[in-house]
């Protein structure tokens, strides 16, 4: 491990040295700017989306790839499974992710994690920090949650989720990640052995210089990882041009916005064009989230056609695969069609005491996903998939391994674009997270793409 050393901080030692190739694995034809590294699946949509914005052409990866990267991108986004296993495993998985970043010319690091900080008692968010920061070799690097297009804020430290600390905002009680200290100095002092310090917002207001000022005296004090306040975008753009030669960043998708500029990109359409969108258009959602609740009854009062996924038949061994796709078949010409299980709590709670809840969970997602692949098959190209799980069963059936990342929909849900098997010429899908996106998510997603026009 390499120690926090004193003295200046070792902020120009760029994995790649700007525009020298990093000497881990081989580096192919096509060099990217930035390489990320997501603790979740959703969550690397959601930051590929603000790379976008900002002007970077990003592509999204499920795991790590197998080959070099076959397209001419500015950003990677690795998206892992790595928020709640085991450190170790959280640690070998991203470390495999940086490798390949980096045989990919990856100038700069980010490793992204849940703007609500979501960590175990373990971690992930410390012990994948300090294994990447010995992997490159650094001293210092930051850390801030900060994104407040979706109200996470951070001030002296203390994350706050809207109006209220981390540990009032209900994520106190979540099942897997449960947050009960909404001082991220000390959450993460708790997980890792360096020494952490703060950025407070009184230096962040006044901007680069006064950052990298404090940033020099904390790297003088020891510290190798110091959080860093930011209560809006502003303060995130000035966090920016500080940020461009620390090799590694870890944050939640906020500061993302402020990078792109320190690679001279700016925002633009161009970098978010996908191919023009052709063929059939459907939903498929299997979210039970009350924002999903409230967008599949919007999309019903439209009259537009809608089959729903009765998990009690599913369980009984009803064929409910074959009726949605007998029903969707004659129908797709006409328009979107939508396929849900979206059920209110105590039906779900139903098939849930006759199952368990992981089976009953895992039987609808299995169910949902071949549905997707009867309805590529019968040849839908534009897929609006609602749910984290659900969507990860449907990409996963699909066969899909990476996607470039295409205009935003709704705040954290851009559409993307993918290569099938199923769909050798590549279909367009979004893929909405529970609570994202507003109530006419479903009818807008395809007025946005059809509007989109080649540049
Ligand atoms: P979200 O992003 O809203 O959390 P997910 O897809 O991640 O949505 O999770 C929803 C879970 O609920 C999935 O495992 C899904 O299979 C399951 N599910 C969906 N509909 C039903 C239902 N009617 N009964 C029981 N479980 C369901």
């Known amino acids: 491990m390499t120690a926090a050393a004193p003295g200046p901080p070792k902020q120009g030692t760029a994995p790649s040295g700007g525009s020298e190739p990093h000497k881990v694995g081989s580096v192919g034809a096509l060099k990217i700017k930035l390489g990320c590294i997501a603790d979740d699946f959703t969550g690397a949509t959601d930051l590929a989306n603000n790379l976008v914005r900002a002007g970077m ?24 499974k790595s928020r709640t296993v085991s450190p170790a495993e959280a640690v070998s998985q991203s470390l495999a992710a940086l490798a390949w970043l980096q045989a990919q010319g990856a100038q700069q690091i980010y490793f992204k994690y849940c703007s609500t900080f979501d960590s175990t008692a373990q971690g992930n968010i410390g012990p994948v920090t300090e294994a990447l920061m010995d992997a ?35 994520m106190q009680n979540h099942p897997l990640t449960p947050m009960t200290d909404p001082n991220l100095v000390r959450v993460m002092q708790s997980q890792t ?47 920016g041009p500080a940020l461009k030669d620390l090799a590694l960043v870890t944050a939640g998708s906020g500061v993302a916005i402020g990078l792109p500029a320190n690679f001279g990109l700016l925002p633009s359409g161009q970098s978010g064009q996908l191919p023009p969108a052709s063929g059939l258009q459907a939903v498929v959602s299997g979210s039970c989230s009350l924002a999903t609740l409230r967008q599949v009854a919007q999309f019903r009062s439209t009259g537009r056609p809608a089959f729903v996924v009765d998990a009690l038949r599913l369980a009984a061994g009803d064929d409910v695969v074959a009726e949605a796709l007998a029903w969707a078949a004659p129908l797709l010409s006409g328009g979107p069609v939508l396929v849900y299980s979206t059920a209110e709590t105590q039906a779900i709670k139903n098939v849930q005491g006759l199952l368990g809840v992981e089976d009953a969970g895992l039987l609808v997602e299995r169910c949902m996903a071949s549905i997707v692949l009867g309805l590529v098959q019968l040849g839908v190209r534009q897929l609006v998939v609602a749910g984290g799980e659900t969507s990860g069963a449907c990409v996963q059936a699909l066969g899909i391994t990476q996607m470039q990342i295409g205009p935003q929909i709704d705040p954290g849900v851009p559409w993307c674009h993918a290569l099938s098997a199923l769909a050798p010429d590549g279909l367009h899908l979004t893929l909405k997270s529970g609570n994202f996106g507003s109530d006419d998510f479903f009818r807008k997603s395809f007025t946005i793409l059809s509007s989109e026009r080649p540049r």
Do not use: W
């Open 57 to 80: 052409r990003v592509v999204q990866t499920i795991g790590v790839p197998t080959s070099p990267l076959g397209a001419e991108v500015d950003a990677v986004v690795v998206a892992l």
């Open 193 to 239: 052995r360096r020494k952490v310090g703060l950025i407070d917002h009184q230096v962040v207001a006044q901007g680069e210089a006064a950052i990298r000022e404090r940033i020099q005296q904390l790297c003088v004090d020891g510290v190798g990882v110091a959080v860093v306040d930011a209560v809006s975008n502003d303060d995130l753009r000035r966090m």
């Open 136 to 170: 490159l070799g650094i001293d210092f690097t930051i850390a801030t949650p900060a994104f407040p297009d979706n109200k996470r804020t951070v001030f002296k430290g203390y994350l706050f989720v809207g109006d209220v600390l981390l540990n009032e905002s209900g």
